[in-house]
């Protein structure tokens, strides 16, 4: 099991839907509005008309979509959740199959260098000469970073991942 799903920052989606393929696809294309590029994040999705919760692309036998970004007041979240996978025919049914991931690869070197620099300042600072009580208030801003930037969007991913699952079971 990779770490992302022991993480709960992927998860696996499979389906098989009572649904001749092309009549799937056709269903398929209403719900999602369809870019003609992907982008991970558009911050001007709520200006769309649709009221379809997702967007992406749908092509014969593939797609990736994401969530819509919604207007909410004061939202500054940043949605990158998306979903990949395929369908393909199976008699007169049709099988789904994705991966919804709220990660992507490009983030991780910048992940890596930051825990890196986190650490070592960390460390630093325990192993420094000062008294215990000047050491206090340098190791809880360094613990405060640490939080806002892995813990808490960890936790916001998770939600992005499990949200985006729920949609797809549902619409589809």
Same mark, same amino acid.
Do not use: W
């Given at each position: 099991?990779?770490?992302?799903?022991?993480?709960?920052?992927?998860?696996?989606?499979?389906?098989?839907?009572?649904?001749?393929?092309?009549? %799937?696809?056709?269903d398929?294309?209403?719900? #999602?509005?369809?870019?003609?590029?992907?982008? /991970?994040?558009?911050?001007?999705? &709520?200006?769309?008309?649709? *009221?379809?919760?997702? #967007?992406?692309?749908?092509? @014969?036998?593939?797609?990736?979509?994401?969530? /819509?970004?919604?207007?909410?007041?004061?939202?500054?979240?940043?949605? #990158?959740?998306?979903? @990949?996978?395929?369908? /393909?025919?199976?008699? *007169?049914?049709?099988?789904?199959?994705?991966?919804? =991931?709220?990660?992507?690869f490009?983030?991780?070197? =910048?992940?890596?260098?930051?825990?890196?620099?986190?650490?070592? &300042?960390?460390?630093?600072?325990?192993?420094?000469?000062? =008294?215990?009580?000047?050491?206090?208030?340098p190791?809880?801003?360094?613990?405060?970073?640490?939080?806002? #930037? %892995?813990? %808490?969007?960890?936790? =916001?991913?998770?939600?992005?991942?499990?949200?985006?699952?729920?949609?797809?079971? /549902?619409?589809?």
């Amino acid at each position: 099991m990779s770490i992302l799903k022991k993480l709960k920052l992927k998860k696996d989606f499979n389906k098989i839907i009572d649904c001749e393929f092309d009549e %799937f696809f056709e269903d398929f294309n209403k719900i #999602v509005d369809n870019q003609k590029s992907f982008i /991970k994040f558009e911050p001007l999705d &709520f200006f769309s008309n649709s *009221n379809n919760q997702l #967007v992406g692309y749908v092509k @014969k036998g593939k797609f990736k979509i994401r969530r /819509k970004k919604g207007f909410k007041f004061f939202d500054l979240k940043l949605d #990158v959740t998306i979903a @990949k996978g395929s369908f /393909k025919s199976i008699g *007169n049914k049709t099988e789904v199959k994705a991966k919804v =991931s709220a990660i992507d690869f490009t983030l991780i070197p =910048s992940l890596i260098i930051t825990f890196l620099f986190l650490t070592f &300042f960390f460390f630093l600072i325990l192993i420094s000469d000062m =008294s215990l009580l000047n050491k206090l208030p340098p190791l809880l801003i360094i613990l405060l970073m640490f939080s806002m #930037v %892995f813990i %808490f969007p960890l936790i =916001s991913m998770r939600k992005d991942v499990e949200k985006l699952h729920e949609i797809l079971d /549902k619409e589809l």
